[in-house]
């Protein structure tokens, strides 16, 4: 993100920050740190940042099962640029639900799009919001129980 994604969104977005959270820093990504780039790490309550910014990125290379940190975001209203990585399995749209990012200069393009395109964000955001109540939350979850467990005859 900070090597190839973020100089091409600094050309088109200059005052533009990047907040970074996570536990378990690195020194050399603390070492990136400048007046645009702040690493938060570690937050206990994912809702205070979420209220807090305007467009959340997961330019992930590995990883497998839902991403945590997509959902909270789309939970809580905030659209969501990431990688086809952060996409799997999970049945999340580009440019339904998400925006997908396949290069860096795809990501940043579609960062920029999003944070000059009010209308698109307010779609994202809906359609994030609905996405969660669809798939993981309560209402949901309890009914795919019950539909397996009429399916086991239980």
């Not at 206990?44 to 209220?51: G, H, M, Q, S």
């Not at 939970?75 to 990431?82: L, T």
């Not at 799009?113 to 939350?137: F, P, V």
């Amino acid at each position: 993100m900070i090597n190839d994604i973020w100089p091409l969104i600094e050309k088109e977005l200059p005052d533009l920050h990047l907040y970074i959270i996570g536990s378990n820093a690195s020194k050399n990504l603390l070492s990136l740190r400048n007046q645009n780039i702040e690493v938060l790490g570690f937050v206990e309550d994912p809702k205070d940042i979420f209220l807090k910014y305007r467009i959340s990125v997961a330019p992930l290379r590995y990883g497998a099962g839902m991403k945590g940190k997509v959902i909270d975001s789309m939970r809580y209203g905030v659209p969501c640029v990431i990688s086809p990585v952060a996409a799997e399995g999970s049945g999340l749209e580009n440019n339904h639900n998400v925006l997908i990012a396949n290069s860096p200069k795809e990501f940043a393009q579609n960062i920029v799009r999003l944070y000059n395109d009010r209308s698109l964000w307010e779609t994202l955001a809906k359609n994030g919001i609905d996405y969660c109540k669809k798939t993981i939350s309560t209402d949901a979850i309890s009914k795919n129980i019950d539909l397996m467990l009429d399916k086991l005859a239980l």
